[in-house]
């Protein structure tokens, strides 16, 4: 029996802990981390949040900001991902950096981050499936039915695989840009680009709670860094990876500061603030409505939930690989590690973040939480400031495991020291202001803090898992691809 016999033979249930190499070009992972963001869902559900409890009538300049500080992060970014190419992403780039029990430090970190993320357009579903069915349909149905009908369903998409995943989210990508876009120049072709021209002026963009904005608007943004964790699986990721993570970014800001500001102007001035808080759910469709005529806010509706299966989707997928990157290198059970044998997808993982899903779900159903306010609110911004604090120390990983790379100046030390104050500067903001952002209770005060405990056990377990400290570039994961 020849070799290729043999491997015809293998059994098709025999065990895989690969995932599906070249599954994506550059476009495909740029449409799946756009995907991530879900247009649609990131400015009907934060913008209120940003608007309504944050700077207002500046709310535009929010995306700016934000999108200036995360270009800085790119850079450094996009250096390590030509060296490194592993599914964990943070987790690996500071183990890279500092050290593996600090790598592991962070892999728990960003492990409670993404799953807590998840909760978010999960709670969008449930809030907005909701209204929709309401407003379009005329049927009261409660919120936990779309909640739950989306969990059950991105676990089965995302089982069958990447390429299904991208090809469905392209499609509702280009949906909901083309709605977004359409919305821009209706708006804008009624008032003028000179309507809100303060929206961009520093006193409008540091007004009123800037830690608000700030946080909402940083939580639009995260899932760019989506591009190192599916680096595995892309076309010659060393330079699919940092082109994916420069556009995602730069689209990103560009098209939420200007439907922002679309919105904004589409509201008398005075009032904007008001309609934000107490009418979050037609928000943006009012805005289209204004610019566009009735028939596109019933569009929007029925694309908005469109949106958030996307989103729902793409947060899956990546905090499934998490999962998925600990089992394959021994920190949790060693089932979550391994792909599935026809599809070569993470379905092990990928189940049991459903099922943490469905028990976090099921308890805010239990004891009657508000989908938006307090799911979305408070899920939100804790999975911001988990993003941020990794995003930070990141950008201290970088500058150590850079020293020696031969980059330049700017890349290896400049652009990440100021992403470094950048970042650290938004993360003293949400913590100083994360009672209001996640409804003051005993809960929400005590949430933000979790995060020290959890790094602590993390590098405890990756010592005792790993042995020692140490800090050395050379000492990456077994399953890191790092350039000689």
């Known amino acids: 029996m020849n070799p290729k016999d043999a491997a015809d033979t293998k059994s098709p249930r025999s065990k895989s802990t690969a995932l599906r190499a070249g599954a994506m070009g550059a476009p495909a992972l740029v449409f799946l981390v756009m995907a991530f963001q879900a247009p649609l869902t990131s400015t009907a559900g934060n913008m209120p949040f940003i608007v309504g409890q944050g700077n207002g009538v500046g709310s535009p300049g929010a995306f700016i900001l934000g999108g200036v500080i995360l270009t800085f992060f790119a850079i450094p970014f996009a250096a390590m991902s030509r060296r490194i190419t592993n599914a964990g992403a943070f987790y690996s780039y500071i ?15 960003a492990l409670f981050t993404y799953n807590v993320l998840m909760l978010v357009p999960v709670a969008y579903a449930g809030y907005f499936g909701s209204y929709v069915c309401q407003a379009e349909l005329g049927m009261d149905v409660p919120w936990q039915v779309f909640s739950f009908g989306v969990l059950l369903f991105v676990w089965l998409i995302g089982i069958r695989g990447i390429e299904v995943n991208t090809i469905l989210m392209a499609t509702f990508l280009v949906a909901e840009i083309a709605i977004l876009v359409l919305t821009i120049i209706g708006v804008f072709s009624k008032t003028g680009f000179g309507s809100v021209t303060t929206s961009f002026a520093p006193s409008e963009i540091l007004s009123g709670n800037v830690g608000l904005a700030l946080t909402f608007a940083l939580l639009s943004f995260i899932g760019f860094e989506a591009t190192a964790v599916f680096g595995e699986e892309s076309r010659d990721p060393r330079r699919t990876v940092a082109r994916a993570t420069f556009a995602a970014v730069w689209v990103i800001a560009g098209l939420y500061a200007l439907t922002t500001w679309a919105a904004v102007a589409a509201y008398p001035s005075g009032d904007v603030v008001n309609i934000a808080q107490t009418s979050p759910e037609t ?3 009012g805005a289209a ?6 028939w596109s806010g019933h569009v929007l509706n029925w694309l908005l939930l469109v949106s958030i299966v996307a989103c729902s989707i793409a947060v899956h997928n990546m905090a499934s690989r998490y999962i998925y990157a600990f089992g394959r290198d021994g920190l949790l059970p060693n ?3 391994q792909t599935h044998p026809k599809y070569l997808t993470p379905h092990f993982a990928g189940t049991v973040q459903m099922l943490l899903m469905l028990a976090a779900v099921g308890t805010c159903a239990v004891f009657g939480a508000d989908p938006y306010a307090t799911l979305a609110g408070l899920s939100g911004s804790f999975a911001t400031l988990g993003a941020i604090l990794l995003m930070t120390v990141t950008c201290l990983a970088a500058i150590w495991f850079l020293k020696d790379s031969g980059e330049s100046l700017w890349v290896r030390l400049i652009a990440p020291a100021l992403a470094f104050l950048g970042l650290a500067t938004a993360m003293c903001l949400i913590l100083f202001n994360f009672g209001i952002l996640a409804g003051e209770s005993v809960l929400a005060n005590v949430l933000p803090w979790t995060f020290i405990p959890i790094a602590v056990l993390g590098f405890l377990h990756g010592r005792k898992t790993f042995g020692r400290v140490v800090v050395n570039s050379q000492e990456l994961l077994p399953t890191v691809d790092r350039l000689k």
Do not use: I, K, N
């Not at 890279?96 to 970190?109: D, H, L, Q, S, Y």
């Not at 409505?289 to 009735?294: H, M, S, W, Y």
């Open 335 to 337: 089932v979550l590690g």
């Open 95 to 109: 183990s890279a950096g500092f050290g593996r029990p600090a790598g592991t430090a962070a892999g728990w970190v």
């Open 283 to 285: 928000f943006l469709s």
């Open 289 to 294: 409505v204004f610019g566009l005529g009735a």
